[in-house]
């Protein structure tokens, strides 16, 4: 079983909706990313969070420790949100990642 | 530079065939990782730099992966005898501090190896 999973695999959205994609762990961490990667494009971060929840712009980024599961939440979706969103966590010197959610926005 | 620059961008090897893989990491960032994404899948960790050290190599998948950064900065990920089973991409981040600061990845490399 992987150390962090992610659902679902694949998302297909009509513009304007509200997305969510879902990240659980099964280790202990220090902290939880999620990143964005955009085809033959490098991995851009967009949150680091240890508890509680973080915004910016349309992206909120929440975290349940207890759970060991963070939720990643897009509002009123855009084609170019359209990419690879990754969850990550610090696992000691390194990241561990999840494999990733195929997002596609429609206009 | 602005940001986390890894050279070449694309990399085809015939099997055999060694590479060496560049990073520039953020100046002044202390920690550099290496990872490989085969296709499809999330990247997976392959060794870590603090400063000239390296910490922690437990992720390099055999004795022809080796990784080096002689004066702390410019990050090297040499493959000798590719493999075809070494086809990916090869991503380098940078952080400021420690691992669990924010990491900023360079677009990759990706290598084929034929």
């Known amino acids: 079983k992987n150390e962090v999973e992610q659902s679902p695999q694949n998302l297909t959205a009509q513009e304007g909706e509200f997305i969510t994609i879902n990240c659980s762990y099964s280790?202990?961490?220090?902290?939880l990313h999620w990143l964005q990667q955009h085809p033959g494009g490098g991995i851009v971060s967009l949150f680091m969070?240890?508890?509680g929840k973080k915004k910016h712009g349309r992206l909120i980024a929440t975290i349940n420790i207890q759970e060991k599961h963070s939720s990643l939440h897009i509002t009123a979706s855009h084609p170019r949100d359209s990419a690879v969103y990754i969850c990550?966590?610090?696992?000691?010197?390194?990241?561990?990642f999840g494999a990733g959610t195929i997002l596609r926005v429609k206009s | 530079g602005a940001g986390v620059s890894q050279s070449p961008r694309y990399k085809v090897a015939k099997r055999g065939q060694d590479v060496a893989l560049r990073c520039d990491p953020i100046?002044?960032?202390?920690?550099l990782f290496w990872y490989q994404q085969a296709l499809g899948q999330g990247p997976e960790f392959l060794t870590y730099?603090?400063?000239?050290?390296?910490?922690?190599k437990s992720g390099l998948p055999s004795d022809r992966f080796f990784a080096e950064r002689p004066e702390g900065s410019v990050s090297t990920l040499k493959i000798q005898r590719t493999q075809q089973e070494d086809s990916a991409v090869y991503l380098c981040?940078?952080?400021?501090?420690?691992?669990?600061?924010?990491?900023?990845f360079g677009q990759g490399t990706r290598l084929t190896v034929v």
């Open positions: 730099f603090q400063n000239e050290a390296q910490l922690d």
């Open positions: 990550a966590v610090s696992k000691g010197n390194k990241l561990v």
């Open positions: 969070l240890s508890s």
């Open positions: 981040a940078s952080s400021l501090r420690s691992p669990n600061t924010e990491a900023f």
């Open positions: 100046s002044g960032h202390v920690s």
């Open positions: 280790v202990g961490i220090s902290a």
